[in-house]
């Protein structure tokens, strides 16, 4: 079985940073895939950044320039840098991954961490 533990969530002022990371624990997989999604009550969750095995990238437009994404692949962890956080980045975010079990391959996904940017 395998499991996406998230840390790094929390309060944060406007114009400061906080760094998420999502670390894959198990045994027998590969991970493919990875990303940062976030979800507002009452919206749908949604993809703020990607990065493939081969590292890849691609963001939201609105963070672009703001957000890095950057993964690990001895630690099987991913990482979400995020610099001049606005109000509007509050949410809970979750992290995603597509992880080949033998042979199947399937989505997992981390228990959320909140981020809060105050005004």
């Known amino acids: 079985q395998v499991q996406l533990v998230e840390s790094g969530g929390g309060l944060v002022q406007a114009g400061g940073s906080l760094r998420l990371s999502c670390a894959a624990s198990?045994?027998?997989?590969?991970?493919?895939?990875m990303g940062w999604y976030r979800q507002v009550p009452g919206n749908q969750r949604e993809l703020v950044a990607g990065i493939t095995s081969g590292g890849s990238t691609n963001y939201l437009d609105s963070v672009k320039g703001r957000f890095t994404i950057s993964r690990d692949n001895a630690k099987n962890t991913v990482y979400l840098q995020m610099n001049s956080l606005k109000p509007e980045d509050t949410a809970v975010y979750y992290c995603?991954?597509?992880?080949?079990?033998?042979?199947?391959?399937?989505?997992?996904w981390g228990q959320g961490t909140q981020v809060t940017v105050s005004s």
């Open positions: 198990g045994s027998s997989f590969t991970i493919n895939n």
């Open positions: 995603n991954a597509v992880i080949r079990v033998r042979a199947m391959f399937g989505t997992y």
